[in-house]
Nanobody, 121 residues
Framework: QVQLVESGGGLVQPGGSLRLSCAAS????????MSWYRRAPGKQRELVAD???????NYADSVKGRFTISRDDAKNTVSLQMNSLKPEDTAVYYC???????????????WGQGTQVTVSS
């Protein structure tokens, strides 16, 4: 019943910035880890960044220092601020969240539909 919807993707020139957002809705009790993944053309999906319930972050080496992941638990959202974008950042970006719908319910992974980011001059 939990749904994730990404937004904020688009076309940007190299060196530019974009901010992606992911909003969770539905019968949410608790959201644990939240992550951003991406799939570039002809490549496998890769983890870009993740953030724990406690706010601890982790980044792929390729985006470290350029991207920042953050979350707002009051609004059930996670964002990805992307600066100094490069053509190799071009990909479909997906939001992922580990969610629980109740105290006695198991935690499961939920995926968004993805948003396209294209970095090109």
């Amino acid at each position: 019943q939990v749904q994730l919807v990404e937004s904020g993707g688009g076309l940007v020139q190299p060196g530019g910035s974009l901010r992606l957002s992911c909003a969770a809705s539905g019968s949410i009790f608790t959201i644990y880890n939240m992550s951003w993944y991406r799939r570039a053309p002809g490549k496998q999906r890769e983890l870009v960044a993740d953030i724990t319930r406690g706010g601890v972050t982790n980044y792929a080496d390729s985006v470290k220092g350029r991207f920042t992941i953050s979350r707002d638990d009051a609004k059930n959202t996670v964002s990805l601020q992307m600066n100094s974008l490069k053509p190799e950042d071009t990909a479909v970006y997906y939001c992922n969240a580990d969610v629980s719908e109740g105290l006695l319910r198991p935690t499961y992974g939920c995926w968004g539909q993805g948003t396209q980011v294209t970095v090109s001059s």
